[in-house]
C-alpha cells in the first residue's frame, strides 16, 4: 500500500510570488490535513478537507488556503509569499486511529 | 484550552537501555486521542502509537510502548531496548474530540532523543 505522497518536495519561490503544493493521501483515505513546521513556531495546523469539504482551519492567514479533489488527492496553495513562509509542509491522511504523514515539502522563500 | 507539554527539550540514553519521554495534555474534552511520532533528522514523521481516551490498555507497537495515566493526564512513550537509529526528535500530538468530527491535532514542541553507543 503506498504511504502519502508531496509534491514537490523542494521549493525555492520569491517574496510575492505563490506556490501550490500536492499531496496524494493514502488509498482509501478520505481526510488530508495540512501542517507547517518552523524552528520557531514548532508544528502548526493548517486546515484538514475531508470529502471535499474543509472541516478545520488553524489560525492563518487568509494567503493560505486549500481544497480537495473527488480522488481525495489535496493541493494548498500560499498566495504572496512572506520569508515567514519558509517551512517545511507536511500533509497527513487518516483513520480514526492512525494518521500518516508525508515527506514534505521544504518550501524557501528569498 | 487544548495543549501538550513536552518537558524534555533533550535526553541521552546509552544503546540497549530504556528510556521514557514524557509528555502531559490538557483538555476538556471527554474524548481524545494521543499520538507519538518519530521525526528523524530527514524530515520525515513517521507514526510510533496510538491511544484512545476510551481505551482501557495502554498501548504498545513493537518496542515502544505508551504509559497512559488518564487522572494525571500524561502519556509517556517508553521505549525499550533502544537502537543507534532511534536517534530522532520525538513528538506527542492530541486530537481532541472524536475522529468522525476532525483530525486535527495538536503537536507538543518535541524531545530531542540521542541514543550513544
Known amino acids: 500500500k503506498a504511504g502519502v505522497t508531496q509534491t514537490p518536495r523542494y521549493l525555492i519561490k520569491t517574496r510575492g510570488q505563490q506556490v501550490t503544493l500536492s499531496c496524494s493521501p493514502i488509498?482509501?483515505?478520505?481526510?488530508v490535513s495540512w501542517y507547517q513546521q518552523t524552528p520557531g513556531q514548532g508544528l502548526q495546523f493548517l486546515f484538514e478537507?475531508?470529502?471535499?469539504?474543509?472541516?478545520n482551519k488553524g489560525n492563518f492567514p487568509g494567503r493560505f488556503s486549500g481544497r480537495q479533489f473527488s480522488n481525495s488527492r489535496s493541493e494548498m496553495n500560499v498566495s504572496t509569499l512572506e520569508l515567514g513562509d519558509s517551512a517545511l509542509y507536511l500533509c497527513?491522511?487518516?483513520?480514526?486511529?492512525?494518521?500518516?504523514f508525508g515527506p514534505g515539502t521544504r518550501l524557501t522563500v528569498t | 484550552a487544548q495543549k501538550i507539554t513536552q518537558t524534555q527539550p533533550g535526553m541521552f540514553v546509552q544503546e540497549k537501555e530504556a528510556v521514557t519521554l514524557d509528555c502531559t495534555y490538557d483538555?476538556?474534552?471527554?474524548?481524545?486521542?494521543l499520538f507519538w511520532y518519530k521525526q528523524p533528522s530527514s524530515g520525515e514523521m513517521i507514526f510510533l502509537i496510538y491511544?484512545?481516551?476510551?481505551?482501557?490498555q495502554n498501548a504498545t507497537e513493537g518496542r515502544y510502548s505508551l504509559n497512559f495515566q488518564k487522572a494525571r493526564k500524561s502519556a509517556n512513550l517508553v521505549i525499550s531496548a533502544s537502537q543507534l537509529g532511534d536517534s530522532a526528535m520525538y513528538f506527542c500530538?492530541?486530537?481532541?474530540?472524536?475522529?468522525?468530527?476532525?483530525?486535527?491535532?495538536?503537536f507538543g514542541t518535541g524531545t530531542l532523543l540521542a541514543v550513544q553507543p
Open positions: 497527513a491522511s487518516s483513520t480514526p486511529y492512525e494518521q500518516y
Open positions: 488509498s482509501g483515505h478520505r481526510s
Open positions: 478537507y475531508f470529502s471535499e469539504t474543509q472541516r
Open positions: 483538555t476538556s474534552d471527554p474524548s481524545y486521542g
Open positions: 491511544q484512545g481516551s476510551y481505551d482501557q
Open positions: 500530538a492530541m486530537r481532541e474530540g472524536t475522529s468522525g468530527a476532525t483530525n486535527k491535532l495538536i
